[in-house]
């Protein structure tokens, strides 16, 4: 008999003026605590960027929660779960519910044109546009959409040097840009429209939901899609993929990677061996052995 799924992975952001953000905070700590809600949730004067999972009888009800304390209605996109796909519940107050780093972008004043997936399949094939992975190098090389030009940036923050540095490529053409849930293309497509550009667009609610909406039928999208909790990776089913993950440098990692003589669980892998230090392979080292006499114990350690 197959296990039931029980649960719901739900995220969901909104840019809108929060004047109390710590009155927010202290709001949601206390009211999501009771349902045993867990997830990141970062809250800033500019809105909210929310991710967590929770049985699915209580979703309904911690959806209505989260807009009735802000007073403001949301989009939840969700897919059902085995588990919770989080430790435990971090509530972040921040700046920027999503790290540009840069001044003067406001996607409540204007972004690139919503696709829905027949219209973003559209322009991927069109001629006369270049499709923009916006996400780091370690999600996009888990997968990414047909013919898209990878940023590879380590964080945000790097994309507006990559756009300068492309200027050539974008020139005269039509610009389609994707993310996981659609955030980053909130503040990139604004970005972009800043800069002048006009023919600017982005896949609306991210490639989580175009998987959901299309379960890929056509293949445009290739290999798996990197999430931001326990699962590491998800297929096109939207179910948990085959990715598994080094906690020293976070990037997903395959079995045979695991293989590696560079590999060593919770220490380093073939991707970040090199890069780390001797003193940071030490520290890992030495949180690698607490959870394992925390496991030992019968102790979730919540880096484990």
């Known amino acids: 008999m197959h296990n039931k799924k029980k649960f719901i992975v739900s995220s969901f952001y909104k840019f809108v003026y929060l004047p109390e953000p710590k009155i927010i905070k202290n709001l949601f700590t206390k009211e999501l605590s009771k349902l045993n809600v867990k997830g990141t949730f970062i809250i800033g004067n500019e809105g909210i960027n929310g991710s967590f999972s929770v049985k699915e009888h209580n979703f309904k009800k911690i959806c209505k929660i989260i807009e009735d304390l802000l007073s403001i209605k949301l989009k939840f ?3 059902k779960s085995f588990n919770h796909s989080f430790l435990r519940l971090k509530i972040k107050l921040k700046n920027e519910i ?16 919503y696709l829905d997936p027949e219209s973003w399949e559209e322009l991927i094939k069109s001629k006369d546009s270049i ?21 590879k940036t380590k964080n945000f923050r790097g994309f507006p040097a990559w756009i300068k540095k492309n200027e050539k490529k974008l020139k005269n ?22 800069l002048g550009y006009k023919n600017v667009y982005q896949l609306e609610g991210g490639i989580i939901e175009y998987l959901r909406k299309t379960k890929n039928k ?10 931001f909790d326990e699962r590491i990776t998800i297929n096109e089913k939207l179910e948990k993929g085959t990715y598994s993950q080094c906690f020293a440098c976070r990037a997903a ?6 293989k590696s003589k560079f590999f060593k669980q919770g220490i380093s892998c073939p991707k970040c061996f090199k ?7 030490e520290r890992y080292q030495e949180r690698q052995k607490q959870i394992l006499i925390a496991k030992q114990k019968g102790i979730k350690h919540l880096g484990g």
């Open 218 to 227: 056509n293949q445009m999208w290739k290999g798996e899609c990197f999430v």
């Open 98 to 113: 999503v790290t540009i780093g840069l001044k003067n972008i406001n996607p409540q004043k204007n972004t690139g044109k």
């Open 77 to 79: 996109k969700f897919q």
């Open 253 to 258: 990692l395959t079995q045979k990677e695991k």
């Open 173 to 194: 053409r039509r610009i389609g840009m994707f993310c996981t849930g659609g955030i980053r293309c909130e503040k990139a497509s604004n970005y972009l429209m800043t």
């Open 131 to 151: 499709i923009i992975d916006t996400r780091n190098d370690y999600e996009s090389d888990v997968g990414s959409f047909k013919s898209s030009v990878e940023s």
């Open 275 to 281: 890069e780390k230090s001797s003193k940071q392979k």
